[in-house]
């Protein structure tokens, strides 16, 4: 048992919601957020990745596309528009450094898992990661190979970080083994499982900021911009979009961008929310206390020989 968080035999548990701890919990902590395209983590964990920084974390993105289907232009146009978009969200969300892995936009069953699996490794070591974030690679409805495939790869790098059989010339070469300790899996299709309700009212500004980096592609970006332009043609304005361009990208995320996230708020009595599926220390399995149950055993059971 984890204080409650097994009380049911679901797939997901009892669900918790999560407000905001000003004491800085998590200082000292590294978070690790591995998404497949440049709108997956604001989209879905904008706040909660501004919480988890705001609580301590030191929080860093790697990248496992190159989002060359999806921006304006050419393919290589989209490559750098998209890099230069995540370096935005980066800063948006106070996130200390980006990698990009580069692999091919929506063709991750080309790519060689085990090489991925390698890379991630090697990074959740030289970051000692201890914290996870990135798509449920067992989650409902996911078309996008993309997603569930980076899922699968982030899944099984977490543990095997922590043993210094995997990679072993890792370890000689001086990176110390070390495994990730809690996971948060993203909410991305209707009906996919979660068990962690985040309030993120308090930093619903930084979630539309980060959300607003993604120029390239998604439901976000420079909608607002577009929609000021082509009512200045016909000779109108909305107030509430401000004066510049990136005052009314802000305004649309924030008028007609977060209704799921209300959606989402309204179970819970919240304004806004995000939904993860959270893995607690201790990991997927609901272990139970065998240490304390042997030593136990042993203290009652062991006789001189
Ligand atoms: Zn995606």
């Not at 009380?7 to 407000?19: A, F, L, S």
């Not at 146009?77 to 800063?91: G, Q």
């Not at 309204?266 to 997927?284: I, Q, R």
Request: glycine share 10%.
């Amino acid at each position: 048992m984890h204080d409650g968080w097994f009380e049911e035999d679901t797939t997901h548990g009892p669900v918790r919601v999560d407000t905001f701890d000003e004491s800085r919990p998590h200082e000292g902590k590294v978070l690790g957020i591995v998404q497949a395209h440049a709108d997956d983590m604001p989209l879905c964990s904008g706040g909660l990745v501004a919480k988890l920084v705001a609580e301590g974390y030191k929080a860093f993105i790697i990248q496992t596309t190159n989002d060359e289907k999806c921006g304006p232009g050419s393919s290589g146009d989209a490559i750098k528009s998209n890099e230069v978009d995540v370096d935005a969200l980066a800063s948006s969300l106070g996130i200390e450094e980006v990698f990009n892995l580069g692999y091919r936009n929506h063709r991750q069953e080309e790519n060689s898992m085990l090489e991925q699996r390698c890379r991630l490794i090697f990074l959740f070591r030289h970051l000692q990661v201890d914290t996870l974030m990135s798509f449920h690679p067992w989650a409902k409805w996911e078309e996008n190979p993309d997603h569930y495939i980076t899922g699968q790869l982030v899944e099984s790098a977490c543990w095997m970080a922590g043993m210094g059989k995997d990679y072993p010339e890792q370890v000689q070469a001086g990176m110390k083994p070390h495994g990730v300790r809690d996971k948060y899996y993203w909410v991305m299709r209707p009906g996919s499982p979660y068990n962690h309700v985040t309030d993120i009212s308090p930093f619903l500004d930084e979630k539309i900021a980060s959300m607003s980096t993604n120029k390239s592609q998604g439901p976000a970006g420079a909608h607002g911009r577009r929609m000021k332009e082509s009512l200045a043609k016909q000779g109108l304005k909305l107030p509430a979009f401000g004066d510049d361009e990136e005052e009314a990208d802000r305004a649309y995320i924030r008028l007609f961008g977060l209704e799921e996230h209300k959606r989402m708020g309204e179970p819970y009595d919240l304004e806004y929310a995000e939904y993860h599926y959270y893995f607690p220390p201790g990991g997927s399995f609901p272990y139970h206390d065998t240490a304390g149950k042997i030593e136990a055993y042993v203290k009652q059971n062991a006789v001189k020989l």
